[in-house]
C-alpha cells in the first residue's frame, strides 16, 4: 500500500486537474468546444481533502479557478513539469484560505 502524505496528495490533483484544464482549454482555442463538458471534479474533491464547508466555498473555489485559467499560458509537456510551480502556489493560495476560515465536518 502507497502511503502518500494528504498536502502531497493535493497538490498532485491540483497538478492533475491544471494538466487536463490547459488541454481542454487548448481545445477551445482550437474552436472545437470541449470546455465546459469534461471537467473532472477535482475541485469538489480537494475541497473535502482540506475541510472546507460548504457555507466558506466560493473563495476557495474563485481561487482554484482563477490558477486552472493561468494553465494555458504554460507550455504543453508530457508530465506537466512545467506546470508544477502554478500548483505549487494554487496550494499555498488555497492553504491560506483554509486557515482563515473554519473548517467543516466531512459530510456523509
Do not use: W
Request: charge should be negative; glycine fraction near 4%; hydrophobic fraction near 40%.
Amino acid at each position: 500500500m502507497i502511503n502518500i502524505q494528504k498536502d502531497e496528495l493535493i497538490k498532485t490533483l491540483i497538478l492533475q486537474d491544471l494538466k487536463h484544464c490547459q488541454l481542454l482549454f487548448g481545445l477551445d482555442k482550437l474552436n472545437l468546444d470541449a470546455g465546459y463538458c469534461h471537467f473532472l471534479s477535482i475541485l469538489d474533491l480537494i475541497s473535502k481533502l482540506m475541510e472546507i464547508s460548504d457555507d466558506d466555498i466560493n473563495d476557495f473555489n474563485e481561487t482554484y479557478m482563477m490558477f486552472m485559467d493561468r494553465c494555458i499560458h504554460y507550455p504543453l509537456s508530457t508530465m506537466g513539469e512545467e506546470l508544477k510551480p502554478l500548483a505549487e502556489e494554487c496550494y499555498m493560495a488555497l492553504t491560506a484560505i483554509q486557515k482563515e476560515v473554519p473548517t467543516g465536518e466531512l459530510k456523509p
